[in-house]
């Protein structure tokens, strides 16, 4: 559909009603999230194996930035229906800036819970910047999950996690947005773990897609944790999640079950990736291709390259990398893990030193 002034694209609720549940069009709050670019490898791909097709879904793009825009959106368009005044959330970062920003856009309240010292700069500022009241806590993601459910047990407001079913419908439109460019679905979804929302929210997705005519295959759904952050590969919960990745630092993760059915249905794997893996995709991805996603983001990356290695791709195989996050989230990390910039005088000879013509 070609898109102009009087025809834009109106957001995932309005463009995918009749996969979503039902909202009163007066009760939407979008920020016309959504529509992202499906990115062709173009450098990285040649690693691969011959005839192998390697797309990302760049969530970077985002109104915040971040993946968490398309849940959000359906989250807090339900609690004005319903008529909800405040919302509340543990965030690791990205969902607190998505909360924040699309309270803002409604006129409610937002309270967001999070790891003091340990969340990415970019994110917190969002977080201060939306007006809403940041409650740093002294402790991880876990310990500040904990409380959001046992305050939503007592007090009358909405919870925006993702165990909010209505944020699982929203992330789901992302599947459906790789579907319709590719007029089917890949070979390989290759996506990062934290919580384990996305994970469940694209194979739901697909599996509605599939069920409605819209493809006809369905994809192995690969996801990643980071070495000091997996529970679900472990089998147990990580009492102090470490990984230079902060937006995955989680160590029981909500939405842990229906992670573990993704995979099992989907004939998938959830494995791990150490912080070495991660910062080398991570650093692949904005030198090679010059997209700069968060670390986190570069968990899928990396799981790519460790499967790879194990010559796991064949010649005809698609496969689709979400990268989660847009990397201006994290600026230390970027500053931490790239090349120094070079200082010289103010003269032309000392610059031409330095230029390797
Ligand atoms: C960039 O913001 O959990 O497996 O509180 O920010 O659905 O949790 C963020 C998670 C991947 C993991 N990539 O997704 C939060 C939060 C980025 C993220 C994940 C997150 P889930």
Redesign the pocket.
């Known amino acids: 559909m070609v898109r102009t002034a009087k025809n834009p694209w109106r957001g995932v609720i309005s463009e995918f009603r009749d996969f979503l549940p039902e909202v009163k069009e007066d009760s939407i709050v979008t920020l016309q999230e959504g529509n992202t670019p499906l990115l062709k490898s173009i450098n990285i791909t040649s690693m691969l194996g011959k005839g192998v097709t390697l797309l990302f879904k760049y ?1 970077g793009l985002n109104p915040t930035a ?3 825009d398309r849940g959000m959106t359906m989250a807090v368009s339900k609690a004005r229906e319903d008529g909800s005044k405040a919302i509340i ?10 909360a924040t920003a699309y309270a803002a856009r409604a006129g409610m309240k937002a309270y967001v819970l999070i790891p003091k010292g340990n969340i990415a700069l970019g ?1 917190l500022s969002q977080a201060m910047m939306h007006g809403a009241k940041v409650i740093q806590i002294e402790g991880n ?1 876990d310990n500040a999950l904990a409380i959001v459910r046992e305050i939503a047990e007592k007090y009358p407001i909405t919870v925006v ?2 165990i909010n079913p209505y944020r699982i419908e929203g ?1 789901k439109t992302a599947a459906f947005e790789i579907c319709q460019v590719l007029g089917q679905a890949p070979s390989y979804h290759f ?11 694209y194979w739901k997705g697909y599996k509605e897609f599939h069920k409605a005519g819209s493809i006809s295959n369905l994809p192995r759904m690969m ?1 990643f944790q980071a070495e000091g952050a997996a529970p679900i590969v472990l089998g147990h919960p990580v009492d102090e999640p470490k990984t230079v ?1 902060s ?2 630092r ?1 160590g029981n ?3 842990w079950e229906d ?1 573990l059915k993704a995979r099992d249905e989907s004939d998938g794997l959830i494995d791990m990736v150490s912080d070495k893996e991660i910062i080398e995709a991570y650093r692949l991805l904005a030198i090679n291709e010059g997209i700069f ?2 670390p ?2 570069a ?1 899928s990356m990396a799981g790519v390259l460790k499967i790879s290695k194990e010559g796991f791709f064949k010649e005809g195989d698609t496969i689709v990398c ?1 990268l ?2 847009h990397g201006l ?1 994290d600026p230390d990390t970027a500053i931490e893990t790239s090349e120094k910039p070079i200082t010289v005088k103010p003269r032309t000879e000392d610059v031409i030193k330095l230029l390797e013509i």
Not at 89 to 98: I, L, P, R
Not at 192 to 201: E, F, L, M, S, Y
């Open positions: 969530e971040s993946f968490k959330c543990a965030s690791t970062g990205n969902t607190s800036a998505s994110k993601f996690n993702s992330q996506i990062p773990v934290g919580n384990a929302g996305n994970i469940t929210a996801g990745a937006a995955i989680i993760p909500a939405n992670a996603c968060e986190a983001s968990a979400t989660t996050g989230k």
